[in-house]
């Protein structure tokens, strides 16, 4: 089965500065889909950034980019210019179409805190 | 707002009682995945359907059951519930399946508290 690891239980970065958390995941497949969602004190799940594991470009969505490293099995997203707004939940996700019809497999998490 | 409703916020029941969470997709949208977020387990899916059919299972236990009716929307059923159920339970909608990526949109999800 596939595996989704976030080392980082909590984060701390300053307003206007940049964070990366990290996300490691294991799978035999070729053909996957990467994604960072944020839940914020709502609890309502949003999606970040998405990364089709076939495309070498690393996506980017505004102030959110990831570095992709298919061969070290690492999805890590920066968060630029960080804003108070940004202080959620941050879930690494991994999907493929093999056995869980294209279901979300989710890391732990990682509570980033942003102070001002 | 995701489009996607889910009824209802909060639930609060006993052990051993039975409970039905429904969800209502995206319109247009076929596919329903339902997800458990808890301290314990984190966010795992359970199961997912697809226009009536089940389609994939992840971690559901057996006492817990779903369907979705011709109107596409879809129900989780939790029975004999011990604490460890307490959880916040989401529905996600998605258009197709099969055909590779589609994207999930997340309903608010239901907060049930088993006592």
């Known amino acids: 089965a596939q595996t989704v690891t976030q080392s980082q239980p909590e984060m701390s970065v300053q307003e206007a500065e940049t964070v990366t958390l990290s996300c490691t995941y294991d799978t035999s497949e070729s053909d996957y889909y990467l994604f960072w969602y944020k839940q914020p004190p709502s609890r309502q799940m949003i999606l970040v950034i998405r990364?089709?594991?076939?495309?070498?470009q690393n996506a980017t969505e505004n102030r959110f980019s990831v570095n992709f490293q298919k061969a070290a099995k690492s999805f890590s997203l920066k968060i630029s210019d960080s804003q108070l707004g940004d202080a959620a939940m941050y879930f690494c996700a991994y999907m493929d179409g093999s056995n869980s019809g294209y279901a979300l497999n989710f890391g732990k998490g990682t509570s980033l805190l942003v102070t001002p | 707002d995701s489009g996607v409703t889910q009824t209802p916020k909060h639930l609060i029941t006993a052990t051993g009682q039975r409970v039905t969470l429904r969800c209502s997709p995206r319109?247009?949208?076929?596919?329903v995945y339902w997800y458990q977020q808890s301290l314990d387990q984190g966010l795992q899916f359970l199961i997912q359907y697809y226009n009536g059919e089940e389609r994939a299972k992840g971690n559901i236990l057996e006492r817990f059951s779903a369907q979705q009716f011709p109107d596409l929307h879809s129900e989780l059923n939790l029975s004999s519930l011990e604490l460890g159920d307490s959880a916040l339970y989401f529905c996600a909608s998605s258009v197709f399946q099969g055909l590779g990526y589609n994207e999930q949109f997340f309903g608010p999800g239901t907060r049930l508290t088993v006592l």
């Open positions: 319109s247009g949208d076929l596919s």
């Open positions: 990364q089709e594991a076939y495309k070498q």
